[in-house]
T-cell receptor
């Protein structure tokens, strides 16, 4: 089955610790994205990548880091510099077919800072 | 900056009625607009895409309209069912950047 997976589904972190969220896709998509969703709010873009070994900051990149060493993988690290990391994190991918492009989302990771 | 607005209040309708959700945008002229469905605790799922030169798009019980003069898209679910209860998000891509902006979503509840 083609799709996008995220792990873990739930993640608990102590204050001051870094944590890495996994995102893998087998859709052969070039672009991958990380979003954060808080209760009652829309999706806010953290980072996105259009091609391997390249990525750009989104609207709320501070306190986060990413890498894109493989086309299939786009892990997100939430660092201790992120002041309010408790949220629902969504990874997505898309192809570059303009005007027909859609985003495919993973199931999400709910991060809670204790 | 680009901004998308959706009615943040929940919409409750009776089963069998038509649900209409609104998406307004400002400071932008998107080439296309998308609608997604999101269930609690899950990732959004793509429903429909409508291009700027299309006035209307249909898929089964779903219909989307796109008025570039009003800068508004309407999303209709006809013959609504309790299983249609979810949050519906609209999104547009900022031209040439492959970045997407999402609205806050409207929560729909279809009452049996």
């Amino acid at each position: 089955d083609g799709g996008i997976t995220q792990s873990p589904k739930y993640l608990f972190r102590k204050e001051g610790q870094n944590v890495t969220l996994s995102c893998e896709q087998n859709l052969n998509h070039d672009a991958m994205y990380w979003y954060r969703q808080d209760p009652g709010q829309g999706l806010r873009l953290i980072y996105y990548s259009q091609i391997v070994n390249d990525f750009q900051k989104g609207d709320i990149a501070e306190g986060y880091s990413v890498s894109r060493e493989k086309k299939e993988s786009f892990p997100l690290t939430v660092t201790s510099a992120q002041k309010n990391p408790t949220a629902f994190y969504l990874c997505a991918s898309s192809s570059f077919e303009r005007n027909t492009d859609t985003q495919y989302f993973g199931p999400g990771t709910r991060l809670t800072v204790l | 900056s680009q901004k998308i607005e959706q009615n943040s209040e929940a919409l409750n309708i009776q089963e069998g009625k038509t649900a209409t959700l609104t998406c307004n945008y400002t400071n932008y002229s998107p080439a296309y607009l998308q609608w997604y469905r999101q269930d609690p605790g899950r990732g959004p799922v793509f429903l429909l895409l409508i291009r700027e030169n299309e006035k209307e798009k249909r898929k089964e019980r779903l219909k989307v309209t796109f008025d570039t003069t009003l800068k508004q898209s309407l999303f209709h679910i006809t013959a609504s069912q309790p299983a249609d209860s979810a949050t519906y998000l609209c999104a547009l891509e900022t031209s040439g950047t492959y970045k997407y902006i999402f609205g806050t979503g409207t929560r729909l509840k279809v009452l049996a």
